[in-house]
């Protein structure tokens, strides 16, 4: 019985966080369009969340695309399908891998910093000195940081996809053969713009969530210095679930609009 009420009062405490998260957006949309804009710190934030998560998501694309490629090699040799492998990981990367893959990166990369380095500042009370200074902290530190992850979570997951796509090039190359020209014909051969265009909107989604997660994790950080472990972890946490969830209704959606 005490299982069953502490899964009701974990559930109530979610809804109440979505509620809050929800009144955080509402805040951030309403800041955005207000002048004075932070354009110096809105790209020095996408030179750091852009360029120092380049290695992470390229060397995980190329992973991923010599593993994938590995892996369905022989099932596919077995039935003499073969010649399909570049139309299929093409798809599948560009579609579904490669957007998920990279946002869960970036939530751990990019979420966990933007929880720990704004919950530090909270608890040191550098958040209220610039309240009582007469500087908006949410202007400078929150709706730049959200903007930033917006913008660059597409372009990192567009980068993520070509490298997996050499990479399960270099597999064809080795296992089977297959020219660069050859690879990439079929590749683009296979593509449609619905493949390409609601993995990208929902890039800029995944980046969404990933930077207003770890904007209110860390700007409503307490208990001391041990809530900024908390609010770097639970940043991570939510935001990986929230991306599951943008995910599904996003295909569920693309998927009704091309039955119809």
């Not at 951030?28 to 354009?39: L, Q």
């Not at 992470?56 to 077995?78: K, W």
């Not at 307490?222 to 472990?229: I, L, Q, S, Y």
Request: charge should be neutral; proline fraction near 3%.
């Amino acid at each position: 019985m005490n299982s069953v009420f502490g899964i009701i009062e974990a559930f109530k405490r979610f809804l109440l966080e979505i509620g809050d998260i929800s009144d955080f957006a509402g805040r951030f949309f309403k800041e955005v369009f207000k002048p004075p804009f932070e354009f110096k710190e809105f790209l020095r934030q996408c030179y750091n969340m852009g360029n120092r998560s380049l290695l992470l998501v390229g060397v995980t694309g190329f992973i991923i695309g010599l593993v994938f490629t590995l892996q369905s090699r022989p099932t596919l040799q077995q039935f003499g399908a073969v010649s399909w492998i570049p139309a299929m990981v093409s798809v599948s990367i560009i579609r579904e891998i490669g957007p998920i893959i990279t946002a869960l990166i970036c939530a751990g990369r990019i979420g966990s910093g933007i929880g720990a380095e704004l919950g530090s500042m909270r608890v040191t009370e550098q958040i209220d000195a610039m309240e009582v200074s007469g500087t908006n902290p949410f202007k400078y530190l929150v709706v730049t940081r959200i903007l930033a992850t917006t913008l660059m979570l597409p372009i990192l997951v567009f980068i993520g996809d070509g490298v997996a796509l050499l990479g399960s090039f270099l597999v064809e190359n080795l296992k089977g053969d297959v020219s660069l020209l050859l690879y990439f014909t079929q590749v683009f051969n296979h593509l449609e713009f619905f493949d390409v265009i609601p993995s990208t909107i929902k890039s800029f989604f995944f980046g969404f969530a990933i930077g207003l997660v770890g904007c209110f994790k860390g700007y409503y950080c307490k208990k001391g210095t041990a809530g900024v472990g908390l609010a770097a972890n639970s940043a991570v946490v939510f935001s990986s679930m929230l991306l599951f969830i943008i995910d599904f209704i996003a295909v569920f959606v693309s998927n009704v609009f091309y039955d119809v």
